[in-house]
């Protein structure tokens, strides 16, 4: 009878761990627009998973992409998040995918702040999702706001790696 109630209780336990949401406080975001000098990004203030798809289905990802695409700045719109949390940080863009058709990169980064100086320093990796279907990307920020690493680096594994490098942060507000 013991062995029953502690397997029961075991089984209780494990289920409500499981059915847990996740913490998704501590995040915040910012966002670059083509109109706005490289590097230069407009902070969105705290925000939820809801609130970070609703701002990245309001971007015209298309349009915007043609626009700079047509200026030749090589400056695309760039929507960010960042996990206050654990010091890391999601970015979605666009960029070529082929001369008529583009393609959703991401970037995932540390952000570490230098409590001596407040200096900020970066490092993104940016992965190529070689297609412009924003669903892929949407599951990326998902597995992102969940913190769920292990499968995101997985996804990100079959992705086209582009490059490591280390990325500026600067804010309007900080100009």
């Known amino acids: 009878m013991k062995t029953i109630i502690w397997k029961l209780l075991l089984s209780l336990t494990l289920f409500a761990c499981n059915n847990q949401k996740p913490n998704m406080d501590n995040f915040t975001s910012r966002i670059h627009t083509i109109d706005l000098k490289t590097d230069l990004f407009n902070p969105l203030g705290p925000t939820t998973l809801d609130k970070h798809l609703i701002d990245f289905n309001n971007i015209n990802w298309k349009t915007e992409y043609w626009?700079?695409?047509?200026?030749?700045?090589?400056?695309?719109?760039?929507?960010?998040?960042?996990?206050?949390?654990?010091?890391?940080?999601?970015?979605?863009?666009?960029c070529p995918n082929t001369h008529d058709s583009f393609q959703f990169y991401v970037g995932l980064g540390s952000h570490n702040?230098?409590?001596?100086?407040?200096?900020i320093t970066?490092?993104?990796?940016?992965?190529?999702?070689?297609?412009?279907?924003?669903?892929?990307?949407?599951?990326?920020?998902?597995?992102?706001?969940?913190?769920?690493f292990e499968n995101l680096n997985r996804?990100?594994?079959?992705?086209?790696?582009f490059e490591e490098l280390d990325?500026?942060?600067?804010n309007i507000k900080d100009e």
Request: hydrophobic residues 25%; without cysteine; proline residues 3%.
């Open 113 to 119: 702040k230098n409590p001596e100086n407040g200096q």
């Open 167 to 170: 990325d500026g942060y600067q």
């Open 67 to 94: 626009k700079e695409d047509k200026s030749e700045t090589y400056n695309a719109t760039d929507l960010e998040v960042l996990d206050v949390e654990n010091s890391k940080y999601l970015s979605v863009s666009v």
């Open 155 to 161: 996804q990100l594994k079959k992705m086209d790696f």
């Open 122 to 148: 970066r490092k993104v990796r940016l992965y190529g999702t070689a297609t412009d279907d924003p669903e892929k990307t949407k599951e990326i920020i998902r597995l992102f706001f969940f913190r769920d």
